[in-house]
């Protein structure tokens, strides 16, 4: 609707991956340096990682479109929970290899035998897997093991994984993957966007599709957008998108940041984007305790002792990020105590904004003491289970 307003000719914000969109942001830049530097080797695993929206997938298809298709085949796929089994049988689709059944071993073969044709005409093979996090450590292991198909000293295949954080997290630190470890020759984590690149990315995008100054923005209304999206790629694709369809509505040829809030808050109702600080707390807290949570995973296997892998810092950074927002809320107590002794006429949205940021913080503590709790009690309940070797004195 509103690309016709504003004489568009096509979607700027849309959230699928896009090649012609593609914006080389700093960190974006740094990525496609490794990747870069990894594809020159010709073998291994590269390895991108990044929040959710953080823009990998946009960043492989800019890859793969400047990419010249006569000397490099490019399969790829998106995992869902797969194990070593199924997930031989996708690579051979990504790669358009029709198989005679639903053995692996002919999965294998047929794979191989295509790698081995594609090296004879000159033509290297990549293999893009993304959500990576959802591949189990035997369908990982079966990834490394197809690293090993060789003509003569030249490696046939090099894989380039795709994830979330906690698929840094399972490759650091899982013992099974050591050796998949040793094969990976670059890797690099995807961060947000930085707050003076927003305003480019945005006119980016529409640019690409015929923007001509209309509509235009307010200077603050980017600044409030980094917050709001916290620099993530697709966050600001939602909000934006939001955004100029309500300027269509309303016919507004220019965009202040009033808009923007009215947005964010609708989105906040919607469910669509939760609020900037909770989204952030949330996100820690989640990160915390599928870190936790894989930690004791290794333990188990290993048949040690949890303290022999859990790492007291996550428990320091908890405990501290905790003692800051009490600290925090101590000051806005104190501010609202003196904000009532000089309370005059006009004062009193002073008063409620306080007292809704006392509100706010108290809820954080709360929510940071409940992860605290709940990080405590996994150790807890693996302390007292029946397969824990006992403690030497």
């Known amino acids: 609707m ?18 012609q969109f593609y914006f080389e942001s700093l960190t974006h830049r740094k990525a496609l340096s490794y990747l870069g530097y990894g594809l020159a080797q010709g073998e291994g695993f590269i390895v ?4 959710v929206g953080a823009g990998k997938s946009t960043l492989v298809e800019h ?29 051979a689709q990504s790669f358009g290899l029709d198989i005679d059944g639903h053995d692996k071993a002919s999965a294998l073969g047929a794979i191989e035998a295509f790698l081995h044709d594609e090296a004879r005409a000159g033509h290297r093979c990549l293999l893009v897997v993304d959500e990576s996090q959802n591949l189990s450590v035997e369908a990982l292991e079966e990834l490394r093991m197809l690293s090993n198909f060789q003509l003569g000293a030249h490696p046939l295949l090099q894989t380039l994984l795709l994830g ?44 690409r599709v015929g923007w001509n100054g209309l509509p235009s923005f307010d200077a603050d209304v980017f600044s409030e957008l ?37 947005v964010v808050a609708e989105l906040q109702i919607d469910g669509g984007e939760p609020e900037p600080e909770e989204t952030q707390v949330e996100y820690e807290q989640q990160h ?54 000089i309370a005059v006429a006009g004062g009193a949205p002073a008063l409620t904004d306080l007292a809704a940021r006392l509100d706010a913080l108290d809820a954080r503590i709360t929510d940071q003491e409940s992860a605290i709790r709940h990080t405590l009690n996994m150790l807890i309940e693996w302390i007292e289970s029946d397969g824990l070797k006992p403690i030497a004195a």
């Open 2 to 19: 509103f690309e016709k307003y504003y004489g568009l000719t096509g979607k700027p914000f849309q959230l699928t991956p896009d090649p």
């Open 63 to 91: 890859l793969v479109a400047t990419s010249d298709p006569s000397r490099l085949t490019v399969g790829k796929i998106v995992t869902s929970r797969l194990n070593e089994e199924e997930i031989v049988h996708v690579i």
């Open 288 to 341: 915390i305790a599928t870190v936790m949570e894989r930690q004791l995973d290794v333990a188990k296997e290993a048949g040690s002792t949890p303290q022999a892998h859990v790492d007291t810092a996550i428990f320091e950074a908890m405990l501290a990020e905790r003692d800051a927002m009490i600290a925090e809320l101590q000051q806005a107590v104190i501010e609202l105590s003196q904000a009532q002794e």
């Open 226 to 262: 980094y917050g709001a999206s916290r620099g993530i790629p697709r966050r600001i694709n939602v909000i934006v998108n939001r955004l100029l369809l309500l300027g269509a509505v309303e016919q507004c040829a220019h965009i202040d940041a009033d808009m923007l809030r009215s």
């Open 164 to 207: 979330q954080p906690e698929f840094r997290a399972t490759l650091q630190g899982h013992p099974r993957l050591e050796q998949l470890r040793q094969r990976v020759i670059a890797s690099h984590h995807l961060e947000a966007m930085q707050e003076d690149e927003v305003q480019r990315y945005v006119e980016h995008r529409l640019a």
């Open 48 to 51: 991108i990682t990044g929040e």
